[in-house]
């Protein structure tokens, strides 16, 4: 069982910048593939971005270049650093883990609200 815990949503103006965090429980982080999802107000959940354990990243076109994922082993915890926000970032974001990378995301943290005042 894999538990996952985000912090660090908020309030912040466009341009502006803000970084979460997602702690995730368990001894063997290095082979859980991460991903940070978002939903916004009225639309389907989508894939931010996503970490496997190599540090390969992928990310969806509306945020690269201006969206970081990274993962701390020492710490078991994965970030996404956005700079640049645009009101259109606005949504619920969530961390997930899968072991199995040709699996669906199983594990899933309580999601954090991030708002993008333009």
């Known amino acids: 069982q894999v538990q996952l815990i985000a912090s660090g949503g908020g309030l912040v103006q466009a341009g502006g910048s803000l970084r979460l965090s997602c702690a995730a429980s368990?001894?063997?982080?290095?082979?859980?593939?991460m991903a940070w999802f978002r939903q916004a107000p009225g639309k389907e959940r989508e894939l931010v971005a996503s970490i496997i354990g190599t540090g390969r990243t992928e990310y969806v076109d509306s945020v690269r270049g201006r969206f970081t994922v990274s993962r701390d082993s020492a710490e078991s915890t994965v970030y996404l650093q956005m700079n640049s926000l645009k009101a259109e970032d606005t949504a619920v974001y969530s961390c997930?883990?899968?072991?199995?990378?040709?699996?669906?995301?199983?594990?899933w943290g309580p999601g954090t609200q991030v708002t993008v005042s333009s």
């Open positions: 368990g001894r063997t982080f290095n082979s859980y593939q």
């Open positions: 997930a883990a899968r072991i199995d990378p040709f699996d669906i995301y199983k594990y």
